[in-house]
């Protein structure tokens, strides 16, 4: 239900308050630049892992670079467009961030989002997720909202956008809390990605099988930010995106995989890589890749028995 707390309100530490201020602010323009249409659809280059990055995603990602070097509070920074650790002229933070997760489907105008991961220091290496301060995503789809988890607090919590036309008296700021997402159960949804991988990876294909035999309703897009979104918002079901030798993994873990997962046990669901918790694994180097399962304990429980760690 809504309960009309801000994001202001909710954020107690100043420092933390500051840097997740920015990031709402470079979501509110990258929000307007996607309502801008497909001029900037257009190829602009290719990122650090060799992947063709559209004009938007080059503009999404100096965005969001600016609007936290303007914060003062973050020492560091590293994106999926550009992965190698950097200084950002504040003291206090690191952020790791995806800026524009789903590129491959705004042109068919589904939601795509925003992932962040913030932690304490001036550097990612060498730590896990459960050290981490704060991560959360952006949708933008008819609403524009952010999903944020804190180390400091209870479950994931939800808050949207309010317009700057808005005239409801009861806003007191412009992102407003929406939601608290406290479970995830088990339920017939799911939401299985590289598919292709079942050619060679045996355990994913009975999975697949299992959950077809047994009527899962399939919810899948392809943006993983909207495909894990779902599992909060409906409070059930399991996403996933294993390997195999003819499908590596390619979701990566600093920009995509820990940050979701961080809200997804907040929210009292688990993670997994097929072995353990993707909380549990330290960041070695910013460009590691992994196979993910998130959802419901049940879920992954089943991920991890029948897919498991051969390709990780």
Same mark, same amino acid.
């Given at each position: 239900?809504? @309960?009309?707390?801000?994001? /202001?309100?909710?954020?107690?530490?100043?420092?933390?308050?500051?840097?997740?201020?920015?990031?709402? #602010?470079?979501? #509110?323009?990258?929000? $307007?630049?996607?309502?801008?249409?497909?001029?900037?659809?257009? =190829?602009?280059?290719?990122?650090?892992?060799?992947?063709?990055?559209?004009?938007? @995603?080059?503009?999404?990602?100096?965005?969001?670079?600016?609007?936290?070097?303007?914060?003062?509070? *973050? /020492?560091?920074?590293? $994106? #999926?467009?550009?992965?190698?650790?950097?200084?950002?002229?504040?003291?206090? &933070?690191?952020?790791?961030?995806?800026? =524009?997760?789903?590129?491959?489907?705004? @042109?068919?105008?589904?939601? *795509?989002?925003?992932?962040?991961?913030?932690?304490?220091?001036?550097?990612?290496?060498?730590?896990?997720?459960?050290?981490?301060?704060?991560?959360?995503?952006?949708?933008?789809?008819?609403?524009?909202?952010?999903?944020?988890?804190?180390?400091?607090? /209870?479950?994931?919590?939800?808050?949207?956008?309010?317009?700057?036309?808005?005239?409801?008296?009861?806003?007191?700021?412009?992102?407003?809390?929406?939601? *608290?997402?406290?479970?995830?159960?088990?339920?017939?949804?799911?939401?299985?990605?590289?598919?292709? $991988?079942?050619?060679?990876?045996?355990?994913?294909?009975?999975?697949?099988?299992?959950?077809?035999?047994?009527?899962?309703?399939?919810?899948?897009?392809?943006?993983?930010?909207?495909?894990?979104?779902?599992?909060?918002?409906?409070?059930?079901?399991?996403?996933?995106?294993?390997? $195999?030798?003819?499908?590596?993994?390619?979701?990566?873990?600093? &920009?995509?995989?820990?940050?979701?997962?961080?809200?997804?046990?907040?929210?009292?669901?688990?993670?997994?890589?097929?072995?353990?918790?993707?909380?549990?694994?330290?960041?070695? #180097?910013?460009?590691?890749?992994?196979?993910?399962?998130?959802?419901?304990?049940? /879920?992954?429980?089943?991920?991890?028995?029948?897919?498991?760690?051969?390709?990780?």
């Amino acid at each position: 239900m809504e @309960d009309h707390q801000t994001l /202001e309100s909710f954020l107690s530490e100043e420092s933390l308050k500051r840097c997740i201020q920015a990031l709402t #602010e470079a979501a #509110e323009e990258i929000s $307007s630049l996607l309502r801008k249409g497909a001029g900037l659809l257009g =190829l602009s280059s290719v990122n650090t892992f060799g992947d063709q990055q559209l004009q938007i @995603d080059v503009l999404a990602d100096q965005v969001i670079e600016k609007a936290l070097q303007k914060s003062g509070v *973050v /020492e560091s920074i590293c $994106s #999926e467009e550009r992965s190698k650790e950097r200084p950002c002229g504040g003291t206090g &933070f690191a952020v790791a961030y995806d800026p =524009l997760d789903g590129s491959s489907i705004i @042109d068919t105008n589904f939601a *795509v989002g925003t992932i962040f991961g913030i932690l304490k220091g001036g550097s990612f290496i060498g730590h896990r997720g459960r050290e981490w301060t704060a991560a959360g995503c952006f949708v933008y789809g008819p609403r524009t909202e952010l999903t944020l988890a804190v180390a400091d607090e /209870e479950y994931a919590h939800q808050f949207i956008c309010i317009p700057q036309d808005s005239k409801d008296a009861t806003v007191l700021g412009r992102w407003k809390r929406n939601r *608290v997402f406290k479970t995830i159960e088990s339920g017939k949804l799911f939401a299985p990605g590289n598919l292709r $991988s079942t050619v060679d990876n045996s355990g994913y294909q009975k999975l697949v099988n299992y959950w077809m035999s047994n009527k899962y309703q399939l919810r899948y897009t392809g943006g993983m930010v909207p495909d894990v979104n779902q599992l909060l918002i409906k409070g059930k079901g399991v996403f996933c995106n294993p390997a $195999s030798i003819s499908s590596p993994a390619k979701l990566r873990l600093l &920009f995509e995989c820990i940050p979701l997962a961080f809200l997804i046990e907040k929210a009292g669901g688990r993670s997994s890589n097929g072995n353990i918790s993707l909380l549990d694994i330290p960041v070695n #180097e910013t460009e590691e890749r992994c196979q993910v399962c998130y959802g419901a304990k049940e /879920e992954v429980e089943r991920f991890d028995a029948m897919v498991g760690q051969m390709f990780i």
